[in-house]
């Protein structure tokens, strides 16, 4: 039958009139079947907790059927309250359809037991909405058409359901598919039995409901895009309020359920699941690794791959050992040392960069005793990261061992970045033109440079927008990967130096920002105009109009000359201690 599409992929047809259970039933399907699917005509597409889902044929049709566990004394509560999820699912579709929205065939529902269940007719071809816009935006002009439909039909949809007193407590891109089989793409609303039936809509729940989808598109479309969703939803909708009014509503909206969701993410990294798993080894080792990778940052081989915890017990046996046979040193000091070599984890080879953290200060002996090593710090901060869609390298591993509370070593696995660091890639890509193959010309070179100075000011916005900052944020600390005719992207290291706070005074801010300008003073290849795009590109944001930049400038440059002055005179008391003789 060929491999079945995914879980979300269901049927675009109205429920006919009748009770829930049995209402499309073909007379040749049993019932009984789908309380109780066989292992050998089913196949488990999806599994939780909460429920799994199934897909088959039932009655000479592609179907696809959810079983709902209910396990916890919380969800038998609600169970109780609000009815059965398969029976609120039946109900929503047959509801949505009279107002004209579209959602899949209910076949049939029931219950057995503890488990309740429900079949809904599958249909191809059809795309989740994330998948689908990103090929189209691919296609070129006829591709923008196909969105901008979408676009105002998922606007309607949206705006038909408000109008029908019904609100989706999740809706993002992945319970939207695109029904494909027509000219016209169309919309289709899935996972109803989280649909919650309302006597009023109030604006603030309507915007907190909209909120909900731009945060889950905004990473693949463009402000244009979410602003015309949003005329459109208004138009048909008729609620009251201007567009600007709607979009700073759903716009601080959009932020509170963002920190909602990445603190949710966050708190999912040093527990067993799907993605992360803790781990235990000999010698009293213990840490926490990768098993999958949802958003692999780019260039990353390890962020395709899927890993078992007995493939990583192997590897780790010895983590001592590490540091031992083919391996090339890169640093070497009293805070850590660092190497470079390959792995071979499942049978899949990796270059990776293994780092192991040294106690300088003996105080520190004192505290490590009551937070987390360095390493699985780092390990938990560069996936904070990822989960906020920006590029760092992965990491793979974080161990520890202790003799009760005293930390006695620490160690760091992360993936090798195929990228250059923002000094040499400007060195390589702003040579004159016929010097190391380089094949731009002098206009083609001004843009890049402008591009990456100003999307290096963006990417220092976000990480203080998120509450993050990095206390050695310089130009050695960022990766650039890039090719002619593809998209400029920056990668960070280093997550030894991320913090993580809800606020930032404006003074700590600017300082960080003094820091990447001193770095730059030392790549021959940013000027003064370079310096200053940058920070433009951090004080700049979409409708801020005119920016008075001055005073920032005039404060960091301060800054960066008594930062410069002082790391002088460092140097030149360090260089008189090495030489004064030994009493």
Not at 314 to 342: C, H, N, W, Y
Not at 388 to 411: K, N, Q, Y
Request: hydrophobic fraction near 40%; aromatic fraction near 6%.
């Amino acid at each position: 039958m060929g491999p079945p599409p995914k879980a979300n992929d269901q049927a675009l047809r109205p429920v006919p009139p009748g009770p829930a259970g049995g209402s499309g039933t073909a007379p040749s399907a049993d019932p009984a079947e789908l309380a109780d699917p066989p292992q050998t005509r089913w196949q488990v597409v999806k599994q939780n907790p909460v429920r799994t889902v199934y897909f088959g044929r039932w009655g000479g049709r592609d179907v696809y059927l959810k079983h709902f566990h209910v396990r916890s004394g919380l969800r038998r509560l609600l169970r109780r309250l609000r009815g059965r999820d398969a029976r609120r699912e039946a109900k929503f579709s047959r509801y949505l359809n009279r107002h004209g929205v579209a959602t899949p065939e209910v076949l049939a529902s029931g219950r057995k037991g503890g488990v309740s269940w429900v079949a809904t007719a599958a249909v191809a071809p059809a795309e989740p909405a994330d998948r689908w816009h990103l090929r189209q935006s691919s296609l070129g002009r006829q591709g923008h058409k196909a969105i901008r439909q979408v676009t105002e039909a998922l606007a309607e949809m949206v705006a038909r359901m408000h109008a029908a007193g019904v609100v989706h407590g999740d809706l993002h891109c992945g319970n939207i598919v695109i029904h494909t089989a027509d000219s016209a793409p169309r919309p289709v609303l899935m996972d109803l039995h989280r649909m919650r039936r309302c006597l009023w809509v109030s604006r603030r729940l309507r915007a907190a409901n909209l909120a909900q989808l731009c945060y889950d598109r905004s990473p693949f479309t463009t402000r244009t895009q979410r602003l015309r969703f949003l005329r459109q939803y208004l138009a048909v909708s008729g609620a009251p309020g201007s567009l600007r009014g709607w979009r700073v509503l759903v716009d601080e909206l959009t932020l509170v359920h963002a920190r909602s969701q990445y603190a949710q993410r966050d708190r999912r990294i040093l527990r067993r699941g799907r993605y992360f798993s803790p781990i235990r080894l000999a010698g009293g080792w213990c840490g926490h690794v990768v098993l999958a990778t949802k958003t692999p940052p780019p260039g990353s081989t390890a962020g395709t791959m899927t890993f078992s915890l007995d493939e990583w017990q192997k590897v780790l046996a010895r983590p001592e050992a590490l540091f031992t046979g083919d391996m090339e040193q890169i640093k070497d000091s009293p805070s850590s040392q660092e190497i470079r070599r390959r792995l071979t984890v499942g049978g899949r080879g990796l270059d990776v960069y293994v780092k192991r953290a040294r106690r300088k200060y003996l105080r520190r002996l004192f505290t490590d005793c009551y937070r987390r090593s360095r390493a699985v710090r780092a390990f938990k901060r560069g996936h904070v990261l990822l989960n906020r869609r920006m590029a760092t390298a992965l990491p793979l591993a974080a161990l520890e061992r202790r003799a009760g509370p005293v930390l006695l070593d620490s160690i760091l696995i992360t993936e090798a970045v195929p990228a250059m660091p923002v000094g040499q890639f400007l060195t390589t890509w702003l040579a004159p033109a016929g010097q190391a193959g380089v094949p731009l010309s002098p206009a083609q070179q001004h843009h890049l440079a402008r591009q990456l100075l100003w999307r290096i000011g963006r990417l220092v916005q976000r990480l203080h927008d998120h509450g993050l900052a990095h206390r050695d944020l310089k130009a050695g600390n960022l990766l650039v990967r890039w090719l002619p005719g593809q998209d400029i992207q920056l990668i960070l290291l280093d997550m030894d130096g991320f913090g993580q706070r809800q606020s930032r005074s404006a003074r700590r801010r600017f300082k960080g920002l003094m820091r990447l300008n001193v770095s730059l003073l030392e790549c021959p290849a940013v000027n003064q105009a370079g310096r200053l795009r940058l920070l433009m590109g951090y004080l700049r944001r979409p409708g801020c109009g005119r920016v008075d930049f001055k005073p920032y400038w005039r404060a960091i440059e301060a800054w960066s000359t008594r930062t410069l002055r002082e790391r002088i005179d460092a140097r030149r008391q360090l260089q008189k201690a090495a030489r004064r003789p030994l009493p």
